[in-house]
């Protein structure tokens, strides 16, 4: 429907779940194109986001779609304690899973409003959080970190080249409270990396701190892991990925769960989106979908 998210690898995603008339977890709902997908192949949908504007758009998208409120259960909540958040459903929903899909992509929803923070496109404040009750903003973050903070910040989550330089200059900026806003940071991340190519200098900067205050690349450790023990025997877990650090956290993750006889991984490398599918949704580029099957016993 118009207005909403296009779901990457929709069709790969149906294809590695193999739906069928039982519950699915989708752990990061978003706009619920995965979702509504598995439903209409005969699936029900346990749907988590941490975000609750994301859930109450989905509602709304539900009905809209004629979809009967015994087709899918919403809960808000982060998917590292997806134990206690599955749990709460368990007087309606059957406690073993039959796969799992993790899209860590960032929503249309959270980008296109200026008021989260997420996007260096709209000005708004400094604040990224995905869950609106944690209490560390990316404000906080770049006012209350030290150079050598700042540093390691940018480098370790952002992998960015030019992180000393934009520390130092972040520090002096502050100084003098020029670093309040979105815009402001962005343009100071333009001046002092420049120009090159069609990826904004400002990306992995934004990345770094979206990461940091939402704890994002422990929280997708922790929650591989409660998957992997939520979900029935002979299912799938699938997460896409959109930058390096996730996916390299994913890798890693099914190796180990393998070498342990876990499992298997089903994608010895990543399923990348085609040409076609990029041409016609640009944030699909950097998206890399792995699968992990558990053995059955």
């Known amino acids: 429907m118009e207005g909403y998210h296009s779901s990457v690898l929709l069709d790969e995603v149906i294809d590695a779940l193999g739906v069928k008339d039982t519950w699915y977890l989708d752990c990061t709902l978003g706009d619920a194109g995965h979702s509504i997908e598995i439903i209409k192949r005969g699936g029900r949908i346990i749907g988590i986001d941490v975000d609750p504007q994301a859930l109450e758009r989905v509602r709304k998208r539900f009905e809209q779609e004629g979809i009967g409120k015994d087709k899918y259960r919403l809960v808000q909540g982060n998917f590292r304690d997806l134990k206690n958040l599955i749990s709460s459903q368990a007087d309606t929903v059957d406690l073993k899973i039959a796969g799992a899909i ?37 404000l906080d973050l770049i006012t209350i970190g030290g150079r050598k903070e700042l540093y390691e910040l940018f480098r370790n989550l952002g992998e960015e080249k030019y992180s000393k330089r934009l520390a130092d200059a972040l520090v002096r900026a502050r100084e003098i409270g020029k670093i309040q806003t979105t815009k402001d940071l962005a343009d100071l991340a333009e001046r002092i990396i420049g120009r090159s190519g069609k990826i904004h200098p400002a990306t992995k900067v934004f990345q770094a701190l979206r990461i940091a205050v939402n704890d994002e690349l ?25 930058h390096s650090l996730e996916d390299r956290i994913v890798k890693v993750t099914f190796r180990e769960w393998e070498d342990k006889r876990i499992g298997e991984v089903l994608t010895k490398k990543p399923i990348v989106p085609s040409q076609d599918e990029v041409e016609e949704n640009p944030r699909s580029r950097s998206a890399k979908m792995r699968i992990f099957r558990v053995f059955g016993e």
Not at 224 to 234: F, N, S, V
Request: overall charge negative; proline content about 3%; some cysteine.
């Open 218 to 242: 422990e929280a997708l450790k922790e929650g591989l892991e409660k998957t992997k023990d939520l979900i029935r025997k002979d299912s799938c877990i699938v997460v896409i990925s959109f």
């Open 102 to 138: 993790f899209d860590l992509g960032v929503s249309s929803l959270q980008l296109e409003s200026s008021e989260r923070g997420f996007s260096f496109m709209k000005e708004g404040p400094l604040d990224m959080r995905m869950d609106p009750t944690l209490g560390v903003r990316a």
